[in-house]
Nanobody, 125 residues
Framework: QVQLVESGGGLVQTGGSLRLSCAAS????????MAWFRQAPGKEREFVAG????????YYADSVKGRFTISKDNAKNTVYLQMNSLKPEDTAVYYCAQDARPYRTSRSRADFDSWGQGTQVTVSS
């Protein structure tokens, strides 16, 4: 059993910053890649950022490149998403997810078998 708990969401004005955290338990965290997804009202859940099991490799959706940074702290069983230069279009519920298989990375929802309940991020105009 894997449990993921997101925190750090909130309301911020355009251009502001937020840092999301996702605390994991129930599986050997260091062996699995992690990712952040988001879902806006009326939209499908989409990939935002991913990080390899060691934290050495990161990858991002085009919409957030240069603004968001994902990181992974295996000692703390936690993955982070630093969000800078936020825009109204970043408004969504943000979810962290753990890959279903060790040592692999993915951008696809189908490859992640553990999900948090989400944290709301709202960016005002």
């Amino acid at each position: 059993q894997v449990q993921l708990v997101e925190s750090g969401g909130g309301l911020v004005q355009t251009g502001g910053s937020l840092r999301l955290s996702c605390a994991a338990s129930g599986r050997t965290f260091s062996l699995y890649s992690m990712a952040w997804f988001r879902q806006a009202p009326g939209k499908e859940r989409e990939f935002v950022a991913g990080v390899s099991r060691s934290g050495s490799t990161t990858y991002y959706a085009d919409s957030v490149k240069g603004r968001f940074t994902i990181s992974k702290d295996n000692a703390k069983n936690t993955v982070y998403l630093q969000m800078n230069s936020l825009k109204p279009e970043d408004t969504a519920v943000y979810y962290c997810a753990q890959d279903a298989r060790p040592y692999r990375t993915s951008r696809s929802r189908a490859d992640f078998d553990s999900w948090g309940q989400g944290t709301q991020v709202t960016v005002s105009s």
